[in-house]
Structures are given as C-alpha cells and as structure tokens.
C-alpha cells in the first residue's frame, strides 16, 4: 500500500500546503478510536476530489464530521 500525506509538517510534510502531497514511507499503525475520522476523511476526499468533473479542495477543507456518537 502507498500512502501520501500534505499539510502536515509534525509528521514529516515540507511545509503546510494542503496540495502539496509527499510520499508517506513510515509505517503506521492506527488505534479503533481513530476509524471514524480517519472513515470520514476518505470519505470526504471522495465526495469533493473524485466524485466532482472539477475537484473542489475548498469543499474538501471545509467538510467537518459531525459532532456525537458514531455508528448509530
């Protein structure tokens, strides 16, 4: 699996563009606690990058998960 990451200079982007992605090579592993945003994030990618004819990164950028219990 190839993962990339941007915007994030704490875990290794040159700096804190949102576009500018970096091949991720440290292996990562996650916690249950984590899935929900991690599920929203892709799922957000999904919804504003893909699924659009003209990606929407401001879409993507402003999309927040909703507040209280999740999987209910």
């Known amino acids: 699996m190839h993962t990339a990451t941007a915007g994030q200079p704490a875990i290794g982007c040159p700096d804190e563009d949102p576009s500018h992605f970096v091949p991720e090579t440290r292996r990562w592993a996650g916690c249950v606690w984590e899935l929900p945003a991690l599920e929203h994030e892709r799922a957000a990618w999904v919804r504003h ?10 879409g993507y950028l402003a999309d927040t998960r909703q507040e209280g219990p999740v999987g209910r």
Not at 49 to 58: A, K, Q
């Open 49 to 58: 990058m893909f699924v659009p004819d003209t990606p929407d990164l401001d």
